[in-house]
Nanobody, 126 residues
Framework: QVQLVESGGGSVQAGWSLRLSCVVS????????MGWFRQGPGKECEAVAA???????IYADSVQGRFTISQDNAKNTLYLQMNSLKPEDTAMYYC????????????????????WGQGTQVTVSS
């Protein structure tokens, strides 16, 4: 059973940076696609960034140029470097993975991912 465990969230001021980590375990082969999603208060879950096995990435327009998704296969870890944080980035951030092909032509839907972590809270104050 694939397990994903996020860490790295916290409370910061606008303009600061955070790096989220997601350790993946319990699998026989690496997921094809992994992503970060977030859900703010009263909002729907939305894709933040995703990366596939070939290293292709895609970002939501709202984070393009500020966030960077990356993975360290040797450490079975997915990262999300978040710079220049804004109050509107406040949300619970989730790591997700799936073995199916996900065409990263646009930020993916949460329905494209079958495995999820428990989330880590990011709060940005102005």
């Amino acid at each position: 059973q694939v397990q994903l465990v996020e860490s790295g969230g916290g409370s910061v001021q606008a303009g600061w940076s955070l790096r989220l980590s997601c350790v993946v375990s319990g699998y026989s082969w690496s997921p094809y696609c992994m992503g970060w999603f977030r859900q703010g208060p009263g909002k729907e879950c939305e894709a933040v960034a995703a990366i596939d096995a070939a290293g292709r990435t895609i970002y939501a327009d709202s984070v393009q140029g500020r966030f960077t998704i990356s993975q360290d296969n040797a450490k079975n870890t997915l990262y999300l470097q978040m710079n220049s944080l804004k109050p509107e980035d406040t949300a619970m951030y989730y790591c997700a993975a799936d073995y199916a092909f996900v065409p990263l032509l646009a930020p993916p839907s949460p329905r494209d991912f079958g495995y999820w972590g428990q989330g880590t809270q990011v709060t940005v104050s102005s």
